[in-house]
């Protein structure tokens, strides 16, 4: 599909589906909440790359022997609200990273339905929306487990679901290792994740 510059979608709020998303040209990223259009463009800074790079190395490495499938930006995880067609589906995200531990939920698009583990890496554009719009979202459709690293401040938000909430996140400092409760027996260890961090 050929890039359009200076394209944007129509931003009335709810009108936005799957089908529409897919005829949207190249050359941008857009995420859809409820149907409504988020730009994801430009690019990352480097900063929030190497953090992502950082931590798909060791749960790659983590997932292996295991029926779990890590997935980085851009990767299409749908959410449908119940039964709806692919065309009509209003939710649309691209996480920093995903682990999907069910197979039946992967196809040739990428993910219909909750990845078992999300992680987002905080940026200044992004962030509001990763710590309402999209916690409330993965909260809805049943995200075990929903990470938000701040890649300045070095603080790691940690939100598992409990009877289907979430309620108040693990708050600490992203050094160290943080177990991750969806993979028992697994743990980010930040150092990792951080090469160039002066040892506490």
């Known amino acids: 599909m050929a890039t359009h510059r200076g ?16 005829r949207w040209p190249d050359g941008k990223r857009w995420e859809l909440i409820g149907g409504e259009v988020f730009d994801m463009s430009p690019a990352p800074a480097r900063i929030h790359q190497d953090l992502v790079v950082g931590l798909v190395v060791q749960v790659h490495g983590a997932l292996a022997g295991t029926p779990c499938r890590v997935y980085v930006a851009p990767f299409d995880v749908r959410l449908p609200e119940a039964d709806e067609a692919d065309d009509d589906i209003r939710n649309v995200v691209q996480p ?25 890496v905080l940026s200044p554009r992004t962030a509001a929306k990763d710590q309402r719009r999209k916690r409330d979202l993965y909260e809805r459709h049943g995200v075990r487990e929903y990470w938000l690293v701040h890649p300045t401040d070095r603080v790691v938000f940690v939100y598992r679901l409990e009877e289907g909430r979430y309620g108040k996140p693990d708050v600490g400092a992203a050094r160290g290792e943080t177990q991750v409760a969806v993979l028992p027996g697994f743990a980010i260890q ?6 160039d961090a002066v040892a506490d």
């Open 190 to 195: 930040w150092d990792g994740v951080f090469p």
């Open 96 to 120: 920093d990273l995903a682990v999907i531990c069910d197979p039946a939920r992967l196809d040739d698009k990428g993910c219909r339905g909750a990845p078992d583990w999300i992680i987002e």
């Open 7 to 22: 394209f944007r979608p129509d931003t009335q709020s709810g009108a936005f589906t799957y089908e529409d998303y897919c």
